[in-house]
Every structure is written in structure tokens, then in C-alpha cells.
């Protein structure tokens, strides 16, 4: 890649992150539901609403799905 488009680039991630539309992953410390507890700035933040895995109604961990899913 050429300096000059690395340097664009560059610069419009800079201002993405001083606009604060800037996105960082927050890692999911607990079971896969509708609400997880994630670690954000290294402290774990309980009860955030999980809508971006296939398991956001947390049905994964029931019990009665899982009997089920195993018959």
C-alpha cells in the first residue's frame, strides 16, 4: 500500500476515535444469554443486553432445551 493512502486512512481513524464513534469489543465474561457480563476497561460491567450472538434469548442454557437437544 502506498504512504499516502496509509496516511489517509490513518487519519480518518484518528478522527472516528475523537468523534467517539470509535467501537471497541468488550470481551463476555459469562454464559452466552439475553444479558451477559462483560469486561470493559478492566472492570466487568453485569446485565448488558446481548443482542449480537445467535443466543440472545439465552435459550442455549436451558435445561429443558439442552434434555431435549440430547434426546
Same mark, same amino acid.
Given at each position: 500500500?502506498? @504512504? ?6 490513518? $487519519?480518518? =481513524?484518528? @478522527?472516528? &476515535?475523537q468523534?467517539? =464513534?470509535?467501537?471497541? @469489543? &468488550?470481551?463476555? +465474561?459469562?454464559?452466552?444469554?439475553? &444479558?451477559?457480563? +462483560?469486561?470493559e476497561?478492566?472492570?466487568?460491567? /453485569?446485565? +448488558?443486553?446481548?443482542?449480537c450472538?445467535?443466543?440472545? =434469548?439465552?435459550?442455549? /442454557? ?7 437437544? $440430547?434426546?
Amino acid at each position: 500500500m502506498s @504512504e499516502s493512502y496509509l496516511s489517509h486512512i490513518n $487519519k480518518n =481513524l484518528v @478522527e472516528i &476515535r475523537q468523534s467517539g =464513534l470509535w467501537k471497541s @469489543e &468488550r470481551e463476555i +465474561v459469562s454464559a452466552q444469554a439475553g &444479558r451477559v457480563s +462483560v469486561m470493559e476497561n478492566q472492570q466487568t460491567r /453485569d446485565g +448488558v443486553v446481548n443482542l449480537c450472538a445467535n443466543n440472545y =434469548l439465552g435459550l442455549a /442454557d436451558n435445561p429443558s432445551l439442552i434434555s431435549i437437544a $440430547k434426546q
